[in-house]
């Protein structure tokens, strides 16, 4: 019956995540790349808790002086392209030790021989439940593998609940790291966008 051919053909229909790739970032992406970035510092996120940072988004070229044409650089961090139009739908920058770092980078974290760090990772609203932030994390610890790092990390601002998908891929807490240091910093970055102050280190190990 009519039921039937439509349980048949949403079987054979492409998932979501079929319909997207992940791709190493590159000039063509940073428009893509930066509407995510502004977006994920927009929604919650206020300087010292009182200026929101939608409403001093990064200009073009303030989001490519993070690169400056370093192709190394740009091939630590990805994207995830919808096949259908090629829109991006997800960004992750991440870090190699030794590689050049801003000044906003290097307060929340610096990086030690043989690790990898995210400094940052967002997927668009519209995109998100369909697997494309676990991907992205996958792509981070082969590519970091790859290139002879032995432990992944990234930091969570306290209350996050992204905590609960990097668990699952593997990170762990550090513990008796950060510190009310860290948490002063993070607020004066970040505020208070899950209604906690602070934040906390996960690594994950890539040896093996």
Not at 91 to 105: D, P
Not at 137 to 145: M, Q
Request: proline letters at 5%.
């Amino acid at each position: 019956g009519e039921s039937s051919s439509a349980i048949a053909a949403m079987a054979e229909a492409p998932s979501p995540i079929a319909m997207s790739r992940i791709e190493p970032l590159t000039e063509a992406h940073f428009s893509g790349a930066r509407m995510i970035e502004n977006d994920f510092l927009g929604a919650r996120k206020r300087a010292c808790g009182c200026i929101s940072y939608a409403l001093c988004p990064a200009s073009p070229s303030e989001f490519a002086s993070k690169y400056n044409g370093d192709a190394d650089k740009m091939s630590s961090s990805a994207v995830a392209v919808r096949d259908s139009d090629g829109v991006v739908i997800g960004y992750v920058q991440m870090t190699m030790h030794g590689a050049s770092r801003g000044l906003f980078e290097q307060c929340l974290h610096r990086t030690r021989p043989g690790e990898a760090y995210i400094d940052m990772m967002s997927v668009s609203s519209e995109a998100r439940g369909q697997g494309i932030g676990t991907r992205l994390l996958e792509w981070c610890a082969e590519t970091a593998r790859a290139r002879g790092a032995t432990v992944l990390s990234l930091g969570v601002v306290k209350g996050n609940p992204a905590q609960r998908l990097y668990e699952r891929a593997g990170f762990v807490v550090v513990p008796e790291h950060g510190g009310p240091c860290i948490d002063l910093v993070t607020f004066c970055l970040f505020g208070l966008p899950h209604g906690q102050c602070g934040a906390f280190l996960m690594e994950k190990p890539l040896d093996g």
